[in-house]
């Protein structure tokens, strides 16, 4: 891919997509207003993709004001703040859309993996953050079944929070407040006939749930609970989803955000390799807006900044493609990034 390969069009290729995720921290189209409440989602595509792209550069002088922001989506214990003191609310919002201070003003964990995500990557110390709360907090989001819901006034409860909670817990190094053995059977019973992950025991195979319930198993350390048979079966599972690039599932389109959610989870389970990278990395390019910048869901579509930063990952997990730093494929931050997650906990254990 000589867009990838070439020095010349290498620069082009992160100048055009810093760019355009730049854009995506300063102003946010009309098509994604419905996101307003997740900005800090949106945040994290942004922060994340250009730090892949190696051009945070292009935001150094705006880095103290964006870490602000994200702090200030913090939900924190106030004397006057009755909320404050329900653990489980704990944590960080997705933005101040809704107002603040309200019944419903509560941590949600997927904002609160960006956050901190977020954080770490622009080289915050985490030393804000209300550690203690937000573990204490897992607990309460934390269901019988193992599974978790995302505020604790909601029922959804699906493969996705179970990995918010678990790059939670392994973000701030602690494990003390999760059922980690039910995390794992919740898993477990989410295994399907087919051979892949449900969003939920009983569902069909997905790969969006089949990278989050190997990545949550990854960072627990309990990847070791699936059979040889199993991971056999699933490698053989998420590399039919391959056409040129990744489908979600059987006889669906492809999907940019497949090449990371597929090519994570085969990552993680040694199957990389199998994988027809030319093809992928071909139809990823094949997504380019050349003149805006940033990446589509499909060729000739519309590009966002969900679908540019999973297609940047995607691109990242493989070694060739060196105009990207490497992304780790747990956690979905560059490796950069984690480095200083290791100082950082290196720091709190001497502590």
Not at 201 to 218: D, I, N, Q, R, V
Not at 222 to 228: C, F, G, H, I, M
Request: net charge neutral; glycine share 8%.
């Amino acid at each position: 891919m000589e867009v990838l390969r070439n020095d010349r069009t290498r620069d082009g290729f992160n100048r055009l997509h810093g760019k355009y995720l730049k854009r995506c921290l300063e102003v946010l189209p009309h098509s994604l207003a419905t996101l307003d409440v997740s900005r800090l989602t949106i945040a994290f595509f942004a922060i994340s993709g250009l730090d892949l792209l190696d051009c945070l550069h292009l935001i150094e002088p705006q880095k103290r004001d964006i870490i602000e922001w994200i702090y200030s989506l913090q939900i924190l214990v106030t004397k006057n703040n009755e909320s404050g003191g329900h653990c489980g609310r704990h944590g960080f919002r997705g933005s101040a859309a809704n107002g603040m201070d309200n019944p419903y003003d509560c941590g949600n964990l997927a904002m609160t993996y960006c956050a901190l995500s977020s954080l770490l990557i622009l080289g915050d110390d985490l030393k804000r953050v209300d550690k203690k709360k937000i573990i204490d907090g897992l607990k309460e989001h934390q269901l019988s079944d193992g599974s978790f819901v995302p505020v604790v006034y909601e029922k959804e409860n699906d493969m996705r929070f179970v990995y918010c909670a678990t790059t939670v817990s392994y973000i701030l190094n602690d494990w003390s407040a999760i059922d980690r053995q039910k995390i794992v059977s919740f898993i477990r019973n989410s295994f399907t006939y087919e051979c892949g992950f449900g969003q939920s025991p009983g569902l069909e195979s997905h790969g969006g749930s089949t990278y989050c319930a190997l990545a949550a198993l990854t960072l627990m350390g309990e990847l070791s609970q699936l059979s040889d048979k199993q991971l056999s079966s699933l490698k053989r599972w998420c590399l039919f989803r391959q056409t040129n690039g990744f489908q979600g599932r059987p006889n669906k389109d492809a999907d940019t955000c497949y090449s990371f959610w597929l090519g994570g989870a085969l990552k993680l389970i040694n199957g990389y390799h199998l994988v027809n990278t030319e093809l992928n990395t071909s139809f990823i390019l094949d997504t380019q807006d050349m003149i805006t910048g940033g990446l589509a869901k499909y060729p000739d579509s519309i590009p966002d900044p969900m679908h540019t930063y999973l297609g940047l990952s995607g691109l990242a997990l493989n070694s060739i493609n060196n105009c990207l730093l490497t992304v780790n494929p747990a956690l979905n931050i560059s490796e950069r990034a984690v480095k200083h997650l290791i100082q950082l906990h290196s720091q709190w254990n001497d502590n």
